[in-house]
């Protein structure tokens, strides 16, 4: 089983910046895979960013080179930093686990999520 709680949403103007948290906390010796995802009102799921357990990384079109995944093992912990932030980008942020095994990389073909944290830019 794994349990994520993500923090660190909030309203920022557009080209600031923010840094999400996702704590991962697992019960099992599988390798997991993490993600991150968004989803506007009325939109679909979107991948965003994802991680793999060597650290190999992947990001969405619409965001490369302003967000940025990473993983702090010793904290069990995995962030993602936003910049350049647009009105495109406000939406509810997921983190989402899944067994490396099964990884789908940025399709929201994820075992676990987590409840979500809301960014909004003006």
């Known amino acids: 089983q794994v349990q994520l709680v993500e923090s660190g949403g909030g309203s920022v103007q557009a080209g600031g910046s923010l840094r999400l948290s996702c704590a991962v906390s697992v019960s099992s010796a599988n390798d997991y895979c993490l993600g991150w995802f968004r989803q506007a009102p009325g939109k679909e799921r979107e991948g965003v960013a994802a991680?793999?357990?060597?650290?190999?990384?992947a990001y969405a079109n619409s965001v490369k080179g302003r967000f940025t995944i990473s993983a702090d093992t010793a904290k069990n912990t995995v962030y993602l930093q936003l910049t350049s932030l647009e009105p495109e980008d406000t939406a509810m942020y997921y983190c989402?686990?899944?067994?490396?095994?099964?990884?789908?990389?940025?399709?929201?073909?994820?075992?676990?999520w987590g409840q979500g944290t809301q960014v909004t830019v003006s």
């Open positions: 989402a686990a899944v067994v490396c095994g099964s990884w789908y990389v940025l399709q929201p073909k994820y075992s676990y």
């Open positions: 991680v793999d357990s060597g650290g190999v990384t």
